[in-house]
């Protein structure tokens, strides 16, 4: 069986004088699953309103106080980032129809579905086996004022005062279809939530408020973070995650951390293999648990788990018991990456 549950980057950050941290990049797959025979996706904005929604859309935006334009821009940026982040999947090749002009409701509502003779248009223009489309896009702003005391220094004083904090929230709404026109099916249809938000600090009321982003182009940038965010839901994609190992417990334990800072997981792994049934039973347990996570590097996830519960069950190691926890979720993780990576 082929693996993809991958370790990219390695980062050590020493954090006690008898283990290190290691940060690695491992490929998690995505919460949709979406069908072997699409590989080339085209990107479509379909949020913006029809000709005969426009008005609709303007007159509300005059009562509660949204702007159009930035909803309009926001949504664009939606798409871009989406493209964007899919740019380092493994699985799709994305493309972005930017010169295509189909409208929807402008609103909160999704439109009616894409006739299937436009979608087939659209995939043979762009090559693409699938049509995404974002068919709603919705934001929603809130500020907020909160005082809190503070103190700062001056020479040799400290000086106590009130210190305004300003804060934006931009939340974002999105709507997505996936159109799949070889089988004629939408295979997702949902809607998202994402939100971004800044903070600004100072003395001065009008100075933190200052500090804050312009709301158009708070809503841009959320919209793209939503886009990106929506990458995830679709495609198996890098992530960074942190992990541990035991670098001191005696001269050979120092030396695999030398082999391990320099990416050799095996040479490691036959240093700490010496250990493994040793008379201290803290060395065994700290051993077999380094084992699991040099075979999890390697990518053997079930050795890993073998070692990990050798070191709890064994010797006693309780970090090992949480470890064989995020070992079980990488195995599952696996078995849906090896259905999501099929190519046909």
């Known amino acids: 069986m082929r693996h993809y549950l991958l370790f990219l980057v390695v980062i050590f950050v020493v ?30 904005n379909r949020s913006l309103p029809a000709k005969e929604e426009r008005f ?17 821009r926001g949504s664009e940026e939606c798409i871009k980032g989406v493209v964007a982040k899919l740019q380092n999947s493994p699985r799709f090749e994305p493309l972005l129809a930017g010169d295509l002009n ?22 043979k223009k762009y090559q693409a086996d699938a049509l995404i489309t974002l068919e709603t896009f919705d934001s929603n702003n809130t500020r907020d004022m909160k005082e809190r005391q503070a103190e700062r220094k001056e020479g040799e004083k400290v ?22 026109p070889s089988e004629k099916r939408i295979v997702d249809q949902n809607i998202y ?28 940038d959320a919209g793209y973070y939503a886009g990106q965010q929506y990458a995830f839901r679709i495609s198996p994609m890098w992530i960074s995650v942190s992990r541990f190992y035991y670098r001191k417990g005696n001269a050979d ?3 695999a951390d030398r082999r391990g800072k320099t990416s050799d997981w095996k040479g490691a792994a036959e240093i700490w293999r010496k250990h493994i049934n040793s008379n201290d039973p803290k060395l065994a347990g700290n051993a077999c648990y380094n084992m699991a996570l040099a075979c999890a590097i390697e ?36 078995s849906r990456l090896d259905e999501q990576m099929k190519q046909q």
């Not at 300003?166 to 159109?179: K, M, S």
């Open 15 to 44: 954090v006690s004088c008898k283990t290190t941290s290691v940060t690695v990049q491992v490929l998690k797959p995505a919460p949709i699953s979406i069908t072997p025979k699409i590989n080339t996706i085209v990107f479509a």
């Open 56 to 72: 609709k859309n303007v007159l509300e935006g005059a009562i509660t106080g949204e702007s159009i334009l930035a909803d309009r």
């Open 102 to 123: 189909i409208r929807g409701t402008g609103t909160r509502q999704f439109p009616p579905a894409l006739d299937w003779n436009v979608v087939e248009d659209i995939c």
């Open 159 to 180: 000086i106590k005062y009130t210190e305004f904090l300003a804060t934006l929230n931009v939340q974002i709404e999105t709507g997505w279809r996936i159109y799949f």
């Open 193 to 220: 939530m994402d939100g971004r938000s800044w903070s600004n600090a100072s003395d001065a009321r009008k100075r933190a408020e200052a500090g804050l982003p312009f709301q158009d182009q708070a809503i841009a």
């Open 253 to 255: 334990f120092e030396a």
């Open 299 to 334: 990518g053997d996830l079930e050795a890993a788990m073998d070692w990990a519960k050798k070191s709890y069950v064994n010797y006693g190691n309780k970090k090992a018991r949480y470890y064989t926890n995020i070992l079980q979720q990488r195995i599952y993780d696996q």
